[in-house]
């Protein structure tokens, strides 16, 4: 994923380990990043970049907003195009 990257977001999806998530935080806004472990009192979430530090957020308040279900990049050349 790339700054300025669109991702389309399903809300209401049960937290899984490996899943891409849209989380709030509190002093940074939002983020995306993947659940390593979910446990009862705290979310860890760990970056798609290799090498930085593992989140550690409280579950309560829900820190997601959603599971991540498309990423619309423009630095990707489109697969197909339609001919008329």
């Not at 669109?6 to 509190?26: F, H, M, N, W, Y």
């Amino acid at each position: 994923m790339h700054p300025g990257d669109v991702v389309l977001v399903k809300l209401g999806d049960p937290l899984k380990a490996g899943t891409v998530v849209v989380a709030r935080q509190e002093d940074d806004g939002y983020v995306c990043k993947k659940v390593r472990r979910v446990r009862r009192d705290r979310l860890e979430l760990e970056s798609l970049k290799k090498g930085l530090p593992v989140l550690q957020l409280a579950r309560h308040p829900d820190p997601v907003v959603g599971t991540v279900v498309l990423v619309w990049c423009e630095h990707a050349q489109p697969l197909m195009h339609a001919r008329a």
